[in-house]
């Protein structure tokens, strides 16, 4: 049985954890503000990540390609077909006529790289284990080329320049505050998703898929449906996220989300902890902040260079995996024990 | 774009034997790859990156006066320790765990030794001497470069020796029986532990021979295995990812499929090269996952 303190309880965490986010740039400058942007966005792509991965069991090395497709549709609807040619382009000829507000854009992006998430979840349904993680690390790796290649659509190698984004519907707000907030507020909604998603019928399919897909065959749950829609729900945070970041820094080239990014999106899940949603919001610092730290004192002091930042990162992944197989997670866990034992006592 | 060449049987017959040599790499590492698979059962993301390094330690050998050769063999010494000391301290310890650990664990290796690379080589582009004389030879009016001829002669030879010692030697027939069944081998006395840190020592030298071989054309930077990485896992994966002989001759295979879709399908040309081996990779693992020479493993439940 429940307590009724337990909801209670994770109700507070989160409510503080908004109020935390919300009041966050009243006390930061605008350069740390951009940061905490990039938090929030790597939040949404590690949150669809680790459903994939973490709770139905799906290895990907390429979730940064679905970024890509994200932040290309972003790019190609703020800019439309006459933006496009602005650029001194011959635009394709599926662009709509004008551009839209770079804000309606996310989620559109998301429905299209979810759908393009379900096609590939289809093909990626006879694969699993290392052969799921050839194949999407060849899609990470082949994506870039494909993109140069259809230049008509995306620009090639020089990209896509994209309007400087401001707040819409006349607010005021400075900016590098409305991209923060409108990160963290898609990544309040989208976690509030994961959330349902992940503790309801469908989580328990996949958990079930995940830990013995014979057995959960045979409890009448359809590995296929269950398998391609976490392809296709952790394509649309990707997309998502693909879009937030094309908005955050107003361009983007077939190297925006290069392959290392793949990587390292899937390093931070495990870092910050495999099927935990409170693992992804460390995930998401250390992807943000640890390289950064890598190369700031007392570290640079030991002539750290700009590439000590991977290394830390390897090492880091490495260390996890033999010695804390829960990540980050299950440390807080082990810390919060007394208080969740108080509260479903 | 490449434009197509108007076709003439010379210019297609060097079309094939520089497809030849770059497929003579991509099945020296499909091969180290399939090495590990055999032994550890599972894909080491990290070979490249491990050749990479190697490469690079042969560049700062012969860049400090060291001839060709000499830091040719030196190199391939440093790999196989590399290789044993990674198996010994990194796998090890997770062997017995799920696979999506171990795969992991090797991406984490991925991340850390190109980093690695960068951090301590520097992330410019340098140029790698080559061994062999920059000239070509003319065989039946098809000119074939000498670099070429070379590059395929060093990997299949190695190739060719590596299959003799499993063959011939009692320590090679040891390596056969773990990677055919690891509980009956220890039960003969077999130092099981020790055959798989050798299997890795080896894929290892046989990444460096792969990663010298390339150099020289893609030159050195950082990331200059990860495209020849997937070529070679499209080898091993069209070969069978569980079969020596199907990743060398799926490596040859890929090499010239490509170089002669590159040259004369104009869609294709030079930048498509590498999705049209991720189509190869993904047509193969759908269609028939244990490819053209693997075992067909049937799951029992």
């Known amino acids: 049985m429940r307590r009724w303190t337990t909801p209670v309880l994770q109700g507070l965490v989160l409510a503080g954890a908004a109020l935390l986010i919300a009041v966050l740039p ?94 590939f979840g289809i093909p990626a349904l006879r694969l699993a284990g290392v052969s799921l993680a050839l194949a999407t690390l060849a899609v990470a790796v082949s994506l870039p080329a494909i993109a ?65 897909e014979v057995a959960a065959v045979s409890s009448g749950v359809s590995p296929a449906v269950y398998k391609t829609l976490a392809f296709g729900i952790a394509a649309a945070y990707a997309g998502v996220a693909g879009a937030l970041f094309a908005i955050q820094v107003s361009y983007i080239n077939p190297d925006t989300f290069p392959v290392t990014l793949s990587l390292l999106l899937l390093a931070s899940v495990v870092i910050g902890g495999l099927a935990s949603l409170s693992g992804v919001i460390v995930g998401a610092f250390v992807l943000e902040f640890l390289p950064i730290y890598a190369q700031s004192p007392p570290l640079v002091h030991l002539h750290f260079a700009k590439q000590a930042g991977p290394v830390v990162f390897g090492v880091t992944l490495m260390l996890i995996v033999l010695l804390i197989p829960g990540g980050a997670a299950s440390l807080l866990g082990r810390v919060t024990r007394p208080v969740r034992a108080w509260a479903s006592r | ?87 010994r301290v990194l796998i090890r310890p997770v062997e017995h765990r799920p696979e999506i650990v171990i795969v992991i664990l090797t991406i984490g290796l991925f991340i850390a030794i190109n980093g690695l690379v960068g951090w301590v080589f520097g992330p410019e582009v340098k140029a790698f001497d080559s061994p062999f004389p920059n000239r070509s030879v003319v065989l039946g009016g098809v000119s074939i470069s000498v670099q070429d001829i070379g590059t395929f002669g060093v990997c299949l030879g190695t190739v060719v020796a590596l299959w003799l010692f499993f063959r011939l030697t009692t320590l090679g027939l040891a390596m056969r029986a773990v990677a055919f069944n690891p509980d009956a081998s220890r039960l003969m006395g077999v130092r099981v532990g020790w055959m798989l840190a050798l299997g890795w020592g080896f894929a290892a030298v046989l990444g460096a021979i792969a990663g010298m071989m390339a150099a020289p054309t893609v030159f050195l930077d950082p990331d200059m295995m990860l495209v020849v990485l997937i070529y070679a896992f499209a080898a091993a994966v069209l070969g069978g990812i569980d079969s020596p002989v199907g990743a060398v001759v799926g490596g040859l295979l890929i090499g010239v499929v490509i170089n002669l879709l590159g040259a004369y399908v104009n869609f294709v040309g030079q930048e498509l090269r590498l999705p049209t081996a991720l189509a190869v990779l993904l047509i193969v693992l759908v269609i028939r996952p244990s490819g053209l020479f693997g075992r067909v493993v049937v799951r029992k439940v």
């Not at chain 1, 991965?53 to 077909?81: E, N």
């Not at chain 2, 399939?34 to 390094?53: K, P, S």
């Not at chain 2, 060291?66 to 030196?74: E, K, N, Q, R």
């Open chain 1, 26 to 119: 009243r006390f930061t400058s605008e350069f740390r503000l951009g940061q905490f942007t990039y938090v929030g966005i790597y939040f949404v792509a590690l949150l669809g990540l680790n459903i994939l991965t973490g709770y139905s069991g799906q290895i990907t090395l390429g979730h940064a390609a679905f970024m890509a497709i994200g932040g290309y549709t972003a790019a190609l609807l703020i800019l439309g077909r006459s933006g496009f040619e602005l650029l001194g382009q011959q635009a394709s000829h599926v662009l709509p006529e004008h551009g839209m507000r770079a804000i309606f854009t996310i989620p559109i992006a998301g429905l299209v790289t979810g759908v393009i998430g379900c096609l």
């Open chain 1, 148 to 212: 140069k290649r259809f230049e008509h659509l995306t620009g090639g190698g020089g990209g896509l320049s994209l309007p400087l984004p401001h707040a819409p519907f006349g607010w005021h707000l400075s900016t590098p505050h409305w991209l923060y907030y409108e990160a963290w507020v898609c990544a309040g909604i989208l976690f509030v998703v994961a959330w349902l998603l992940v503790r309801g019928r469908v989580g328990r399919a996949w958990r079930a898929i995940r830990d013995g």
């Open chain 2, 1 to 87: 774009m490449a434009l197509p060449l108007a076709f003439t049987w010379t210019e297609f017959g060097q079309q094939v034997t520089s497809g030849l040599a770059s497929g003579a790499i991509y099945a020296s590492l499909a091969l180290a790859l399939v090495l590990i698979y055999q032994t550890t059962n599972v894909v080491n993301f990290a070979q490249g990156e491990m050749a990479t390094f190697t490469t690079y330690v042969a560049w700062t050998m012969m860049h400090h006066g060291l001839s060709y050769w000499p830091a040719f063999v030196l190199t391939l010494l440093i790999a196989f320790g590399g290789g044993v000391t990674v198996e």
